[in-house]
């Protein structure tokens, strides 16, 4: 059979070679597609990651509000714990020190010499002490300074003040001393 082709040119249909495109035409859409691939994968990871924390959290936060009165409970009993414990160390200070002042006085009683009065003994904190007092003689101020200073009791001995006065028309020397004591080991008996 003949074929005869009667349109005009131009409307003749122009047959088409139908080809595969290039390949590297395709790769940057293919690794533009793979990238959008993994970051949709790391961004549900993330996201399923995300809800799992938030919900140890809630369950975190759970467990803390059903623990919160044991939680305060234990906070005060740790409060007066700590109350008690500085109760106890002043306590044990006290008996620790219980015969210290009465020790330090015996002390000094042992160091006055005849004709020699204290008129005041003062702790002035510190293991501090002022002693104040009257006789008739600078030998006898220096005596009590040597017999306080040669005692294991105390040190720092030192002579404020010494000068001449007057009592009932007596000729008197009035003294201050100021000294430091010491306290002595556990197990050192007091006196001696």
């Known amino acids: 059979m003949i074929r005869i082709n009667l349109l005009p040119r131009e409307d003749v249909p122009v047959q088409r070679n139908l080809s595969l495109p290039d390949l590297s035409t395709f790769a940057p859409l293919v690794l533009v597609v793979v990238a959008v ?3 949709s994968i790391l961004g549900l990871y993330q996201g399923q990651k995300i809800s799992n924390l938030e919900q140890t959290i809630a ?16 906070k005060r009993l740790d409060q007066q714990r700590q109350s008690l414990n500085q109760r106890l160390e002043v306590i044990g200070t006290l008996d620790r020190d ?5 020790h330090l006085l015996d002390e000094i009683n042992r160091a006055l010499p005849d004709h020699l009065w204290l008129e005041r003994c003062e702790d002035e904190g510190g293991d501090n002490y002022a002693m104040e007092g009257v006789t008739f003689s600078n030998f006898l101020v220096s005596d009590l300074l040597q017999n306080l200073d040669h005692s294991p009791y105390f040190t720092n001995v030192v002579l ?4 001449k ?3 009932d028309k007596v000729n008197v020397v009035k003294f201050k ?10 197990g ?3 006196g001696g």
Not at 98 to 102: D, K
Not at 160 to 163: F, R, S
């Open 177 to 186: 001393i100021k000294a430091r004591a010491v306290r002595q080991p556990a």
């Open 160 to 163: 404020e003040i010494a000068e």
């Open 59 to 74: 369950a975190e936060e759970a467990e803390s509000r059903r623990l919160a009165p044991e939680i305060a409970k234990i």
């Open 98 to 102: 219980r015969y210290f002042r009465v």
């Open 165 to 167: 006065g007057l009592i």
């Open 188 to 190: 050192v008996a007091y």
């Open 37 to 39: 691939g993994m970051v």
